[in-house]
């Protein structure tokens, strides 16, 4: 399915679903921080929006039969659980919302998944490259078949079927102005440098400005840079309720004290804004807005109140969210002036070796055709002389900067999957206007991964063999990744957090080699539900009253064939330990937990800690 023939359905053939339709009517979805895309066909207006597009000549599109045709509001039963975080005014902000995702491997594919899943208005899929043998290690939506074929025309179709309310199409050519400006946000993975710097300048001198995310993932290694430009409003930092408080006294002076009842603290800190309502006596404070300054837990000073009446009893004071504007730093200013986000203060020093890392990594691609071989002593050597010339003081840690070179050729699908949740949440908040976002790096490494013994990661070991896995044994060798085809393991749950990890557990290779005693189990005993599809990525429409196991078995066996998964119906509790009992406990490696509730998750702890066996919990 590497070329998208699409009908006027918007899918690829008579044996796909019908398009979802909305229950609800309501709000008209426009694009709200970008101009409207000239090539998409009205997006869904003509054709369902199936029709080419100009630039490049190569343009698709597919899906927005409804979000992309205007006049529907938010699917409640699709997006419940997601409203309930963000809130309806965020939610119509995202569907008015269009999203470029650039690079299309193991990164690319997991933002652009999560974004499709959130419910943004449109997404482009943008690539140049073709399929390998290697990208199958950790880009969940290619086939062996697809080798050789362009990643954003492989992974289209896939992908499209995440989500038919959003439009989708993909691009192959060169990323030009144009499309740049189409969008609300940019998200540019396996970038080079002057493209970044390219990409930056379009997006800043755009109308309104368009946000642009820089992600990459080398090895071990994770770098994420976010420009939502000069003025960009937050319209809730945290995202919590806001605090109210019982009002006991208000002072009449210049600094009036306000104190509340002491049954809880107030939670107010300086500078929050107040409101007051059902005040007595003192009737004009009520309505009117206030700053604050914190003097206590039950304590705060509002300013003056000397003309206003005595207060006599009662009243609630409550917290009004202020919008913040955050100035973001270009990225030629930001590269020179790098603060970043401390994801691990253990680790102080690494965020700003890691920057000279990928300024580094930069360098290298520019002269030379590949990356430095993996576990290579002469390309890291070399890399490390590079790093130096470039940056002299700044590479404070040579062992840290050859590790790097060492391990920066390898993809990991865990590495993937984690930073492009994290990615994802940076592109809702670009569209939403809702969290406080990264400002405006963030550098992650998850060393703690290699052994203590590193020798037996030769060049040789951890070369390439044109197999799917090439990206990981770049990364922990040969060795490992035959050890990690023969474990055995049982994973309790194949919702939103066990299609995860079934994904990355099949993509990795886990229990992979059956002849050789590798096994994955996975039991849920619960029917898929359409609420699920907006989380559990494994599903679709169709799949609706199916079970969650055997579907979501089945759906890893196409990402991978040789992950032969057996899937169960089957609670664990005391009622079924004539199924699940030593014999089953005995022979596996470990257990993981994918669990929504507590007691589930009790009790298979008191079954691991029983037979000894290594626990996952999440």
């Known amino acids: 399915m590497s070329v998208v023939e699409l009908k006027e359905d918007g899918h690829t053939s008579s044996t796909s679903p019908p398009t979802k339709k909305r229950k609800l009517g309501g709000l008209e979805c426009g694009l709200e921080n970008s101009q409207t895309p000239t090539s998409v066909a009205q997006n869904g207006s003509e054709k369902n929006g199936n029709g080419k597009m100009a630039q490049n000549g190569n343009g698709v599109t597919s899906n927005g039969t409804e979000n992309g045709s205007g006049g529907k509001g938010i699917d409640e039963g699709l997006y419940s659980r997601q409203l309930f975080v963000l809130g309806k005014e965020a939610m119509e902000r995202m569907s008015r919302s269009s999203v470029l995702v650039s690079g299309l491997k193991g990164l690319g594919i997991e933002v652009a998944k999560n974004v499709i899943l959130s419910g ?54 060169q990323i030009t102005e144009e499309m740049v400006k189409e969008h609300s946000v940019v998200v540019l993975t396996n970038s080079s440098l002057e493209e970044q710097m390219r990409v930056n300048d379009w997006c800043r001198s755009a109308s309104p400005t368009v946000a642009m995310i820089v992600a990459d ?5 994770a770098q994420i840079f ?50 007051f309502s059902e005040v007595k006596g003192m009737e004009e404070i009520n309505t009117k807005e206030f700053p604050v300054k914190v003097l206590g837990p039950y304590t705060f000073s509002i300013g003056d109140t000397t003309g206003f009446s005595q207060y006599e009893r009662g009243g609630v004071v409550l917290q009004v969210k202020q919008p913040k504007v955050v100035s973001f730093k270009p990225l030629p200013i930001a590269l020179k002036e790098m603060e970043p986000v401390f994801t691990d203060f253990a680790k102080f020093m690494s965020p700003q070796l ?30 490390l002389a590079l790093a130096k010339e470039k940056h002299g003081e700044e590479v404070s840690d040579e062992a840290f900067v050859t ?36 400002f405006q790096w ?3 490494d998850a060393l703690e991964c290699l052994p203590e013994d590193c020798s037996v990661l030769t060049e040789e070991n951890c070369a390439p063999s044109n197999t799917r896995y090439d990206g990981q044994v770049a990364v922990f060798g040969r060795d490992f990744q035959q050890k990690l085809a023969k474990q055995k393991w049982f994973v309790v749950g194949a919702g939103a957090i066990g299609c995860e990890l079934l994904k990355n557990f099949a993509l990795m290779g886990l229990g992979c080699n059956q002849a050789e005693g590798g096994e994955v189990q996975v039991t849920d005993m619960d029917m898929i539900e359409r609420s699920n599809l907006n989380r559990q990525f494994l599903f679709r429409t169709w799949d609706i009253n199916k079970h969650k196991a055997v579907t979501a078995v089945a759906a890893v066996q196409a990402m991978n064939p040789d992950a032969k998964y057996k899937s169960m119906e089957l609670r664990v509790g005391q009622e079924t330990e004539n199924t699940y009992n030593d014999s089953f ?20 702890d008191r079954r691991c800690v029983y037979y000894n066996k290594p626990l996952l919990e999440s």
Request: glycine share 8%; net charge negative; hydrophobic share 40%.
């Open 120 to 173: 943004v208005k449109s997404v482009t899929l943008h690539d140049t490259e073709t399929v390998t043998m290697a990208d199958l290690g950790a880009q969940f939506f290619l086939r062996e078949s697809d080798v050789g074929t362009n990643r954003a025309v492989a992974s289209f179709q896939r992908a499209a079927e995440l989500n038919s309310y959003v439009s989708m199409r993909h691009e192959t050519g």
């Open 217 to 221: 993932v080398r090895g071990l290694y």
């Open 226 to 275: 976010t420009d939502l430009g000069p003025k960009f409003t937050v319209v809730d930092t945290t995202g919590e309720t806001p605090v109210t408080a019982m009002v006991a006294s208000i002072t009449k002076e210049e600094t009036a004290v306000v104190t509340t009842l002491d049954e809880a603290r107030h939670g107010l800190e300086d500078g929050d804004v107040v409101i």
């Open 354 to 383: 890691l920057h000279v890392c990928y300024q580094t990594l930069h360098s290298w691609n520019s002269t030379h055709s590949s990356l430095p071989k993996p576990w290579s002593a002469a390309d890291s050597a070399e890399f």
């Open 403 to 438: 590790q790097f070179a060492k391990v920066c050729g390898g993809e990991l699908s865990p590495m993937c999957a984690a930073m492009g949740g994290v990615v994802a949440q940076e592109v809702m908040k670009a569209c939403s206007g809702k969290f406080m976002p990264i």
């Open 442 to 444: 963030l550098y992650f």
């Open 585 to 604: 406990f005995e022979p596996l490696d470990g257990v993981a937990n994918a669990l929504d509730n507590v007691e589930a998750r009790t009790y298979m």
